[in-house]
């Protein structure tokens, strides 16, 4: 092959190198924040055991999950999750709960040697998503255990949110609808840790 087609084949590469690149830029990364959570005064509330904290399988993936208005779920081009999504999603419910209930003693599963919950949480997400036309969605199911390991409460829970379209405003009504999870988890656990405060 001579010199000249050497360098137009080269050439040729690297064009198409800055096409790819032009295409697709970067991906933006993104979490979910609940937002400022009140820390509780003093150590001491209720002691909860949140997890196994289960996502369903179609969001354990890097990539943000788009739906579209025909309900197919597609992968974003242009936005990944910072981190792993199961591991965020748990801490900030963490965060809120221990906010809602006014305790510290919060922590997530598997419990630490020398902490004995009063309620353990196990918590199954279906479902968390929107896309640029359809609104955030979140579908959860739960069962409460009290120190026993007896069922005490269970719950099936589906809120939504609108939002402007943008990634960005998915992502604050997908936090938002995190909030109001976390919210209701605090407000049922709430009398299984008072009943387990009570004397015998």
């Known amino acids: ?3 000249w087609r050497v360098f137009a084949c080269l050439s040729l590469v690297s064009l198409l190198g800055l096409t790819g690149c032009a295409v697709h830029p970067p991906a933006q990364l993104y979490q979910l924040d609940v937002g400022a959570a009140a820390v509780p005064k003093k150590d001491g509330g209720a002691a909860v055991l949140l997890g196994p904290v289960q996502l369903a399988d179609y969001l354990k993936r890097d990539v943000m999950v788009q739906r579209q208005a025909d309900g197919i779920l597609s992968l ?3 936005a990944r999750w910072a981190g ?3 591991t965020n999603v748990s801490q900030q419910l963490l965060r809120q709960m221990s906010s809602e209930l006014g305790s510290s003693r919060l922590a997530l599963f598997p419990e630490k040697p020398g902490f004995t919950p009063q309620v353990q949480v196990m918590l199954t997400i279906s479902r ?3 896309g640029p036309k359809q609104p955030a969605v979140i ?3 739960w069962r409460l255990l009290d120190q026993k390991g007896d069922l005490k409460d269970s719950r099936v829970f589906h809120e939504e949110e609108r939002h402007q379209g ?3 405003d998915q992502i604050r009504a997908q936090s938002d609808l995190l909030k109001r999870l976390a919210a ?3 407000k049922d656990v709430k009398p299984i840790a008072v009943a387990a405060e009570a004397p015998p």
């Open 184 to 186: 209701q988890l605090a």
């Open 84 to 86: 792993n999504l199961e």
């Open 166 to 168: 943008s990634i960005g």
């Open 76 to 78: 974003s081009t242009d």
């Open 139 to 141: 579908e959860a199911r």
């Open 128 to 130: 968390l998503d929107s």
């Open 1 to 3: 092959m001579s010199a």
